[in-house]
Antibody
Framework: EVQLVESGGGLVQLGGSLRLSCAAS????????MNWVRQAPGKGLEWISY????????YYADSVRGRFTVSRDNAKNSLYLQMNSLRAEDTAIYFC?????????????WGRGTLVTVSS | SSELTQDPAVSVALGQTVRITCQGD??????ASWYQQKPGQAPVLVFY???KRPSGIPDRFSGSTSGNTASLTITGAQAEDEADYHC???????????FGPGTAVTVL
């Protein structure tokens, strides 16, 4: 069974840093591209980052580029998101999601998310 | 970057049909994927591509695309279909993915 479990969220001060993790199981992790998607309270989903199966290519949304860094450790079946210079608008639930193969590449499995709250 | 638009909310009587739409320029190049999200839960993929439904998703969920508009249709809506529905697609510009704002579906 495919499982994705995020961790590392919490309360952080404005300008602070946090590192999120996503532990994957039930599939060959290094064969899949992975994404981070977030959802601010009461809002829609926002894609924020992508990483290829072997660590590249990497893409970021404009809203986080230069502040967030995505990485993965295929030996540990883990995905990471280093978040620096956090802003109030980064407050959200952060989901990791697996990108499926093929022509259409949907996000076919999601974790339950981890909540990040940025406070002044 | 590209944008996708969705109606904020729609309602449907139990057992009737509802169509949820998603509009955007990226849909002229890429098929949409549709995700169902219930309160406090992670999104679940319900339809993608030209006509793909993940295993375990009821066949009352179907999708279509015309021009810059993608649609998700629920034929014979059930109470458990009440949820937010998000569309997304690959992005024609420099971002990888783009999501619509979501549509809240109420089953009356």
């Amino acid at each position: 069974e495919v499982q994705l479990v995020e961790s590392g969220g919490g309360l952080v001060q404005l300008g602070g840093s946090l590192r999120l993790s996503c532990a994957a199981s039930g599939f060959t992790f290094n064969s899949y591209e992975m994404n981070w998607v977030r959802q601010a309270p009461g809002k829609g989903l926002e894609w924020i980052s992508y990483i290829g199966g072997r660590g590249g290519p990497i893409y970021y949304a404009d809203s986080v580029r230069g502040r967030f860094t995505v990485s993965r450790d295929n030996a540990k079946n883990s995905l990471y998101l280093q978040m620096n210079s956090l802003r109030a608008e980064d407050t959200a639930i952060y989901f990791c999601a697996r990108e499926d193969y093929g022509d259409f590449r949907p996000l076919d499995y999601w974790g339950r998310g981890t909540l990040v709250t940025v406070s002044s | 970057s590209s944008e996708l638009t969705q109606d904020p909310a729609v309602s449907v009587a139990l057992g009737q049909t509802v169509r949820i739409t998603c509009q955007g320029d990226s849909l002229r190049s890429y098929y949409a994927s549709w995700y169902q999200q219930k309160p406090g839960q992670a999104p679940v993929l319900v339809f993608y591509g030209k006509n793909k439904r993940p295993s375990g998703i009821p066949d009352r969920f179907s999708g279509s695309t015309s021009g810059n508009t993608a649609s998700l249709t629920i034929t014979g809506a059930q109470a458990e279909d009440e949820a937010d529905y998000h569309c997304n697609s690959r992005d024609s510009s420099d971002n990888h993915y783009v999501f619509g704002p979501g549509t809240a579906v109420t089953v009356l």
